[in-house]
């Protein structure tokens, strides 16, 4: 990593994408743009995986805005006061995620990894995981169910 000097241009390879953020069950997510990658101010961009036959567990990011880019797989997005709307996702597709949206991520291949890139209007890599409103046996990600 080069320091981010005013000016300074600062390239993140992968391998040096940090791990250091806020996880939730179900979801891999590695920044790329951060404060301890690039020592910026004022936005988060990472790398997101959830492994084939998971749905990540329900989360949202408080304030921040969120842009989600589809590179690999397709996903199912439920989001919604119960979960109860849904888009699929695929790659070259954008999401637009407002701010304290609950939402989850589902896998729809059973052995492929779904792979995006996320960005949202803070440095902090702002996560809230919370209970699924649909009910307890919706709280564990799809694979373990």
Request: net charge negative; aromatic share 6%; proline share 8%.
């Amino acid at each position: 990593m080069t320091s981010g000097v005013k000016g300074q241009v600062v390239l993140v390879k992968p391998h040096q994408r940090s791990a250091n953020t806020s996880q939730t069950p179900g979801m891999i997510r590695q920044a790329g743009i951060a404060p301890d990658t690039a020592n910026n101010h004022g936005l988060w961009m990472g790398h997101v995986s959830t492994p084939g036959g998971l749905q990540s567990g329900v989360h949202h990011h408080g304030d921040a805005e969120s842009g989600i880019y589809i590179l690999k797989g397709s996903l199912k997005f439920y989001y919604g006061d119960n979960l109860g709307e849904i888009v699929i996702a695929e790659p070259g597709d954008f999401i637009y995620v407002p701010p304290s949206v609950i939402h989850a991520e589902e896998n729809l291949s059973a052995k492929e990894p779904v792979e995006f890139i996320v960005a949202r209007n803070t440095t902090e890599m702002l996560v809230i995981n919370v209970t699924d409103p649909r009910g307890p046996q919706f709280n564990v990600p799809r694979g373990d169910r």
